[in-house]
């Protein structure tokens, strides 16, 4: 799979949103990152399914839900209509994980589990075939600009190894803290997504730096091909 990096909206100017995406669009961004918080399953409050509908109207990329929330279930039909193109969700705040990740396949949209950095790898055994994407998270998640955890590379590692019999392609996309220092190991651990958002919309240059990181991703890729 190519790699791809996908800004998330978390870091970004709201008052320049649409502005915003645009630009990293046009500077080769694959995807663009939403985070869903609701105060209760992590610490913060954010955006909802207006905000993907939105996004929507504004940008041919994909849309890429990540659901950090309590009661999922509850909320896959209004973000598969309003347009996300993958929804994911965590294993620790989805107690039926095949049947929401079947759901999300019913509703048209790919179908996604994030890992939190407490949670092991295997968890994901009994769900492979379900899954379009693996999201593991590499900082604890509610917030935006925390420190990467180190140890995040070898869970790549790890959910690589777990996915690579599958004949279907599962995405491996790594969430917080990702920048410069760091891409290039993530990719040559088997990442395919790099989450991207204190270092991409926190720059003074935000095209500039999804090149930059883009480059950082790719050379990672030689170096694991």
């Not at 620790?92 to 950095?117: D, F, Q, S, V």
């Not at 009994?126 to 604890?140: E, T």
């Not at 790890?158 to 279907?168: C, I, K, S, W, Y």
Request: no cysteine; glycine share 10%.
């Amino acid at each position: 799979m190519n790699v791809r990096i996908a800004p998330s909206i978390l870091s970004a100017d709201f008052a320049r949103l649409g502005e915003q995406v645009q630009i990293v669009e046009a500077a080769g961004a694959g995807l663009i990152h939403v985070d869903v918080m609701d105060g209760h399953f992590v610490p913060n409050l954010t955006m909802g399914p207006l905000v993907v509908a939105a996004l929507k109207r504004i940008t041919t990329l994909p849309l890429d839900v990540h659901l950090m929330i309590s009661e999922p279930d509850r909320y896959l039909d209004a973000f598969a209509q309003a347009g996300a193109s993958t929804i994911t969700v965590h294993v620790e705040a989805a107690p039926h994980l095949h049947r929401t990740l079947t759901r999300i396949r019913e509703l048209g949209a790919r179908a996604g589990a994030a890992i939190n950095p407490g949670t092991p790898a295997g968890v994901l055994r009994d769900v492979l075939d379900s899954l379009d994407q693996v999201i593991v998270m590499s900082v604890n998640p509610g917030f935006g600009g925390q420190s990467f955890i180190a140890r995040s590379v070898d869970k790549v590692r790890e959910v690589t190894a777990l996915t690579a019999p599958l004949l279907q392609g599962v995405d491996i996309e790594v969430d917080g803290g990702v920048d410069l220092s760091n891409a290039g190991a993530l990719v040559e651990a088997g990442a395919t997504i790099l989450v991207a958002g204190a270092s991409v919309f926190g720059q003074p240059d935000p095209a500039a730096a999804t090149v930059a990181l883009l480059r950082a991703a790719k050379a990672g890729r030689l170096l694991g091909s």
